[in-house]
């Protein structure tokens, strides 16, 4: 009976070895495939393309209060596509799965307010660079908070999956060691975030710029908001792709350029972000 059992047990183990195996094998063609197919052709054929957002993610991209999906990014999207003659399918997507969604095929792209970062040129290529902005820390004039040693032992709050989150855990020193736990509290969207902060639950925020910029524009008392400029280096959004896609982002950069010749781009800045945008920093701007 033992010798039964044990041998019971080890055709189970082979099994799991042998199912472990095949999962990885498709897991690694999957990789394989989002890195080396050229998916143009299909793009071009349908005539469509679908863009992966965060529909929270104000300005960039989100439901207004008639359920339409508007913001920076879907102008400028719409714009781009316009000149190829291919029509742009906005789909909502959960953040924290972006580079996922992306290499599985369910969205063509990302393009939504995404920061070119370390990790995610490992799984994924970008666009020339169109937005330019630093990380801000948000807080509450009452919280007394001024500069970065003041977030010594205080509480932090981010988006998760954001860039936001990502610059905060490569770059320790400046941030996370001081904060509480030395840990910070994740949030699905910044509006839970900016709620969290309003009530108390966290004494402050770690924000880019631009949305730091609109968020704090639309509360009912902007006043009773403060923010500063942190010491983490100056953060770009592009176009994610996969790796594979060559000539979708080729196309993509092509049209970045004729919108910011034409001053299409700069309008779309200036509706969105206002006039003192700088776009003069923008890479793409001056190559």
Known sequence: MKRFLKILVRIAILLLLVCTAIGATGCESEVK??????????????????????????????????GK?????????NAAFKTMGIKPDFQPIDWNMNTTE?????????????????QRKRVCAFSKPYVYGGYNIVTLRKNHINNIKDMNGKSLGVQGGSSDQQTLDQQPKILKDRIKNRKPILYGTYNDALSDLKSGRVDALLIDSANANYYISHESD?????????PF????????????????????????????KSGKLAKINKKWFGPKYNTNKLPLLIK
Do not use: H, M
């Open 33 to 66: 495939r989002a890195n080396t197919q050229n998916t143009w052709s299909r793009i071009k054929q349908r005539k469509k393309v679908v863009i992966g957002i965060d529909e929270t993610f104000v300005p960039f991209g989100y439901q207004n209060k008639k």
């Open 69 to 77: 999906i508007v913001g920076y990014d879907v102008d400028l999207a």
């Open 102 to 118: 992306l290499r599985n095929k369910t969205i063509d792209v990302i393009w939504n307010g995404f920061s070119i970062t370390p």
């Open 222 to 230: 902007p006043a009773e908001f403060k923010q500063f400029n942190s």
């Open 233 to 260: 280096p100056a953060q770009y959004d592009a176009v994610g792709f996969r790796k594979g896609d060559v000539t979708l982002r080729k196309k993509v950069n092509q049209a970045l350029i004729k919108l910011s």
